[in-house]
């Protein structure tokens, strides 16, 4: 059974920047891409980065696109997030989760399965 554990999120001020981090367990992780999505409270999860299974190929949403950067080592079995420029509206839940598929030019909500229980990021002064 895959699992999968975020941590490295916080309360940071605006302009911050903190980095997440996923270790997936149970999966030979290098066969599958991997995807980042946050909650704010009250809302519906957004996919925010993806990342293909040899980390050659990523996706971001265009709100945290030049802000946020997705890598991943597979040799640790762990996906990144590093998060520069925070601002307030940054403040969510962050999960990682596990792709269907390798590869895929696009990426959207559906081509995830398995996810984390995420970390909480703040970003208040």
């Known amino acids: 059974q895959v699992q999968l554990v975020e941590s490295g999120g916080g309360l940071v001020q605006p302009g911050g920047s903190l980095t997440l981090s996923c270790v997936v367990s149970?999966?030979?992780?290098?066969?599958?891409?991997m995807g980042w999505f946050r909650q704010p409270p009250g809302k519906a999860p957004d996919l925010i980065a993806a990342?293909?299974?040899?980390?050659?190929?990523?996706q971001y949403l265009d709100s945290v696109k030049g802000r946020f950067t997705v890598t991943r080592d597979n040799s640790k079995s762990t996906v990144f997030l590093q998060m520069n420029s925070l601002k307030p509206d940054d403040t969510a839940r962050y999960y990682c989760?596990?792709?269907?598929?390798?590869?895929?030019?696009?990426?959207?909500?559906?081509?995830?399965?398995?996810w984390g229980r995420g970390t909480q990021v703040t970003v208040s002064s």
């Open positions: 989760a596990v792709s269907y598929y390798r590869d895929n030019s696009y990426y959207t909500e559906a081509d995830f399965g398995s």
């Open positions: 990342i293909n299974w040899s980390g050659n190929r990523t």
């Open positions: 149970g999966r030979t992780f290098s066969n599958y891409a």
